[in-house]
């Protein structure tokens, strides 16, 4: 009886969070349903239209900068010189949080070239307003999608158009087959390496549904007068902007085990229950009675529709939680695009 007693308790999510600041990961969590201090509207990100809302109280600090990222970005300020362009891959879905300021400053002067991966998971009308959008900020965008190749045939044309007037100078100074070379940026879990093995049609750059695989430079021969740098994923330090975290976090950019997932999944919830996609709706059959509930109630919800319970009947909102981040992750809940240009 006691045991049970425990179990609802510990599933009861609004007493679960308050009274476990620190979660499994020890992230800190900041309680905003005291009176004495009001929450404060969470910032938005720049550059982007009103973001759907979140309704839960609580929010946890995100940042995570492993040793090796300070490393590579040193690794890539000093290959600067050795590559004629950069190829910037983000992740269609946040266009403004999956880009690294850092290596915006570290490339400034560079002809370069983004590539919007992951297109086939965000929204196409959304996909199309960021091509334009960077194309006025003179930027070469293309949008991909490196799993089934789509887009990548678009990638050496756009280098050859971009690098031209330079391929023209080695030319005219006597070198008949210039070799260009291209240095791959990006933040972890984006699709660099997946991209590098579908364009050299080879499967040489390690890659994986995580984040930090890649770990080391790596050159690659991409088509006839092209060479490419794989290089590690690199965040930047500090997330001044926590809604860049959780995104970021909700991609997989970010290591799921040094967050407290449920809260995570919660804080997803919230901006699904305002898109409510056809797929989100109908894979969780959710009615409208409980899409109106508070965020960690449908949680729950989802666990029994899905039969994620524990012992005494009661939701396995754990498991829960994480189905629902890997299905967003998956597209099972639709094409969803979280960040818009102005």
Request: include cysteine.
């Amino acid at each position: 009886m006691k045991n049970q007693k425990n179990i609802r308790k510990k599933n009861n999510k609004s007493n679960y969070i308050a009274n476990k600041p620190g979660g499994r990961s020890g992230a800190r969590l900041k309680d905003n349903r005291n009176p004495a201090k009001p929450a404060k509207p969470a910032p938005k990100p720049k550059k982007s239209k009103t973001a759907p809302k979140s309704d839960s109280p609580h929010t946890q600090t995100i940042q995570w900068f492993p040793g090796h990222m300070t490393k590579t970005k040193r690794q890539i300020e000093r290959d600067l010189r050795l590559v004629d362009a950069v190829a910037e891959i983000i992740d269609a879905r946040i266009p403004i949080s999956s880009r690294n300021p850092d290596i915006a400053q570290l490339t400034a002067g560079k002809p370069r070239v983004i590539l919007l991966n992951k297109c086939d998971m965000a929204d196409r009308n959304a996909t199309k307003k960021w091509v334009d959008h960077l194309s006025s900020e003179k930027i070469r965008a293309i949008p991909v999608d490196c799993k089934s190749g789509r887009g990548v045939d678009q990638f050496v044309p756009a280098l050859s158009d971009l690098l031209s007037d330079r391929i023209a100078a080695y030319k005219a100074k006597g070198m008949l087959n210039p070799s260009m070379r291209v240095m791959i940026v990006g933040i972890p879990n984006v699709g660099k390496s997946t991209f590098i093995n579908r364009i050299s049609k080879k499967n040489k750059a390690q890659s994986a549904d995580r984040p930090g695989v890649t770990r080391g430079n790596q050159w690659f021969t991409v088509s006839k007068g092209f060479e490419m740098l794989d290089t590690p994923g690199v965040l930047w330090p500090k997330f001044d902007d926590q809604t860049v975290g959780e995104r970021l976090a909700f991609t997989g950019a970010i290591k799921d085990n040094i967050m407290d997932i449920e809260l995570l999944a919660i804080r997803l919830l919230d901006l699904l229950k305002e898109l409510k996609t056809p797929a989100f709706v109908e894979r969780y059959d959710l009615s409208d009675d409980d899409l109106s509930l508070p965020s960690y109630e449908l949680l729950s919800v989802i666990a029994k529709h899905r039969g994620m319970l524990i012992s005494g009947g009661e939701a396995d909102t754990e498991r829960a939680a994480a189905t629902v981040l890997d299905e967003f992750r998956a597209a099972k809940l639709g094409r969803i695009t979280l960040e818009y240009p102005l």
